[in-house]
Nanobody, 124 residues
Framework: QVQLVESGGGLVQAGDSLRLACAAS????????MGWFRQAPGKEREFVGA????????SYGDSVKGRFTIFRDDAKNTVYLQMNSLKPEDTAVYYC?????????????????WGQGTQVTVSS
């Protein structure tokens, strides 16, 4: 059974950078596309970004495009979310998710593996 564990969340100021990590255990990591989602209090879960098998292609939500980057290290079974130029509206619990579909997917229903989430808080 594959498990996902996020880390790297915390409290930062607007304009700062933060890198989240999602470590996977179990089966072949390179055959999973990985996604990041976030959920702020009182709001629905929102797509942040995703990559394809082995990180060959990526897709991002409009609100983070140009500021956030997904990359992975298959040797470490870890996918990262590099977040730059953070804004207070980026405050949320961030979740990583795994999908057996080859290409990045924006709809959370394509993902069957989920981490426990990590809190990111951006102060103004």
């Amino acid at each position: 059974q594959v498990q996902l564990v996020e880390s790297g969340g915390g409290l930062v100021q607007a304009g700062d950078s933060l890198r989240l990590a999602c470590a996977a255990s179990g089966r072949t990591f390179s055959r999973y596309s990985m996604g990041w989602f976030r959920q702020a209090p009182g709001k629905e879960r929102e797509f942040v970004g995703a990559d394809s098998w082995s990180g060959g292609s990526t897709s991002y939500g409009d609100s983070v495009k140009g500021r956030f980057t997904i990359f992975r290290d298959d040797a470490k079974n870890t996918v990262y979310l590099q977040m730059n130029s953070l804004k207070p509206e980026d405050t949320a619990v961030y979740y990583c998710a795994g999908s057996e579909y080859r290409e990045p997917r924006q709809n959370e229903f394509f993902y069957h593996l989920w981490g426990q989430g990590t809190q990111v808080t951006v102060s103004s």
